[in-house]
């Protein structure tokens, strides 16, 4: 299996699958557009309205399922992705095809009572529960399973007892468990038993709408994620991996499904996700230096399981009906662009050595701006009074029809006031008037090359900021004008925190439309070093632990 996942990552980790789906009863008129498959993933397609060699294309993936295929031999070529994820890696699992095409056939089955008609979601955490078992002398796993669905853009718990059925947020950043969707119900599953209770409750509550062209139409992305914490008996390493099963809506063309109203309005959310969700694959295959996750919701809640470091798996659905040859082609330009994809190699969440040391980081950053803030408490009650003694100094002047004769911010003036002696009351109300009137002149007249010299200087000086925080927040103090710049240095450094994604107003950044404004999860820690410390996959034990641990 080790070698398996090195030649998975050799190989980059989108993989693709073709699968087509048999006519249905009463189609057996039908004429297929399906030419030829190839036992290496290649697949001819015929074209119904032309004659001679245009009327065929060629395109090849990792491997094409006929349809004869068995739900059983599908997944035999899927299981070691699943394995994958008990080793630690995020994996993401999708089915793209125009409406009818068998996505749902595929991913969850068409009938749940009978196992062999079991679809991927079921056979994968049947199976991880079977090699859980199988290493539970050495590695004790815990997992937990939320199903979402996507419906118009708004995301919404399938798993929920609670009927208002809310609209959910999303981190906008990926977290280190691959918790996406926070505020999704996350139920602990020990059985395949458990997961099949579950799912037969998330299919039910799946938006189901009807089209022309396919009644039991699913209008909605399904997003089943499963995961997994492990825990190494002998050395304590911490393993976390994710899995996503997802069950996109149709990929057709809103002119042919006839769709008006509410039907259109649906058809256009599924497009343009749709496209999102192709931007990121490109634009992760470009290495581009911006992946445009934002753009969906669905891209937002696969982004863990989207980049570099995840193995990701699409099956491309078709429909072998000459009436679909047009949606069939672009389907297969699509799975063919995602197929020339190379992302690199999956990286697996192994030893949480790598949180560990962004823990550590993130206490001395966390010290670090304590200090400064301390700093900058004295240094601005330093300021001031260098401000009324310099006042005190400049009075004669006052009146100046010069406003750079105003303008504090060199350090040889701040030098030569910093010897003044006197202030008072009175002279305070003058100089705060005349401040504002310099800082009312220097922007009007001295202009934006003013301020993009004190930019620089107070970047510079940031700099020096940041080496000093590095070295344990000990910063030279020989010039009070430098250390005033570098109170404005300190707060780019907890900007710089924030980006980093341990800050708290970042924090709520990252949690995106909460139509209810209820950040549950967000409001009442700092979210994302709860993620980090997270120790355990379910929330009422996790935070328990969590406010115990900050104490
Ligand atoms: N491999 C297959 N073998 C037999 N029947 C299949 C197969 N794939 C799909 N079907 C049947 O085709 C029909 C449409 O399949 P399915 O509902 O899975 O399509 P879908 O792509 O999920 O559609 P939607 O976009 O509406 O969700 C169903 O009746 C399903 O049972």
């Known amino acids: 299996m080790k070698l398996y996942n090195e030649v998975q990552d050799l190989k980059g980790n989108i993989r693709v699958y073709c699968r087509i789906r048999p006519f249905l009863p009463g189609q057996s008129k039908k004429r297929t557009t ?12 015929a074209n ?11 395109f090849k993936f990792n491997k094409v399922f006929g349809p004869e295929a068995s ?9 070691p992705l699943i394995r994958s994820v008990l080793d ?26 009978s196992k062999g008609d079991w679809g991927v979601n079921y056979r994968a955490l049947n199976d991880l529960f079977h090699i859980s078992q199988s290493r539970k002398n050495s590695i004790a796993y815990e997992v937990g399973v939320q199903m979402v669905e996507i419906y118009n853009e708004q995301v919404r718990d399938l798993l929920s007892s609670d009927t208002s059925q809310k609209r959910l947020g999303i981190w906008n950043t990926a977290q280190p468990n691959g918790l996406a969707v926070p505020d999704a119900s996350m139920h602990p599953v020990t059985s395949t038993a458990d997961v099949l209770e579950l799912m037969t409750i998330g ?53 042919r499904s006839e769709a008006t109203g509410d039907r259109l309005r649906e058809a256009q959310h599924i497009n343009k996700s749709l496209s999102a969700l192709g931007d990121v694959v490109f634009a992760l295959a470009q290495k581009s230096p911006h992946v445009p996750y934002r753009n969906s919701k669905i ?61 550590d980081q993130v206490a001395s950053l966390k010290d670090a701006v304590a200090k400064k803030d301390e700093e900058i408490g004295k240094l ?28 504090i911010g060199s350090p040889r003036q701040s030098r030569a006031l910093s010897g003044g002696k006197r202030s008072g009351l009175a002279e305070k109300a003058v100089s705060d008037r005349d401040n504002s009137s310099e800082y009312s002149d220097k922007h009007s007249e001295a202009g934006s090359q003013q301020s993009t010299d004190d930019f620089r200087h107070h970047n510079e000086l940031f700099q020096q900021s940041r080496l000093a925080v590095a070295d344990g927040g000990q910063n030279p103090t020989e010039d009070i004008e430098s250390r005033l710049a570098l109170v404005d240095g300190s707060q780019n450094l907890t900007e710089d925190i924030e980006l980093l994604g341990f800050g708290d107003a970042d924090h709520e950044e990252r949690l995106s439309d909460i139509s209810d404004g209820e950040l549950s999860m967000g409001t009442e820690t700092d979210g994302s070093l709860n993620s980090i410390v997270e120790f355990t996959l379910f929330p009422e034990t996790a935070k328990l632990r969590i406010d115990s641990a900050e104490k």
Do not use: W
């Open 71 to 79: 739900q059983e031999e599908v997944f035999l070529d899927t299981q």
């Open 380 to 407: 601005r009650l330093v300021k001031t009074s260098v401000n009324d003694e310099r006042q005190g100094m400049s009075s004669p002047r006052h009146g100046s029809s010069s406003p750079r004769r105003h303008s």
């Open 34 to 45: 399906i030419e030829y498959i190839g036992e290496n993933g290649e697949l001819v397609v």
């Open 299 to 359: 891209t937002q809640v696969l982004q863990s399981s989207l980049g570099g470091q995840a193995k990701t798996l699409m099956f491309v659905q078709l429909n072998p009906d000459v009436e679909s040859y047009s949606e069939t082609i672009s389907t297969l330009k699509f799975a063919e662009r995602v197929s020339g994809v190379e992302l690199g190699a999956a990286q697996s969440n192994k030893e949480g050595r790598g949180v560990r040391e962004l823990m």
């Open 48 to 58: 119904p309205l032309k004659q001679g060699k245009d009327s065929h294309r060629l």
């Open 203 to 255: 299919l039910m509550n799946r938006s189901v709408g009807a089209t022309a062209l396919n009644e039991r139409s699913s209008r909605s992305h399904s997003v089943l994620t499963v995961h997994v914490r492990g825990v190494d008996l002998e050395t304590d390493a911490v393993l976390r991996g994710s899995l996503h099963l997802v069950d996109l809506a149709g990929s057709e063309r809103v002119d």
């Open 88 to 113: 630690g890696y995020n994996v993401c699992i999708f089915a793209y095809g125009q409406t009818g095409s068998g996505k749902t056939y595929t991913m969850t089955g068409p009938n749940l009572s």
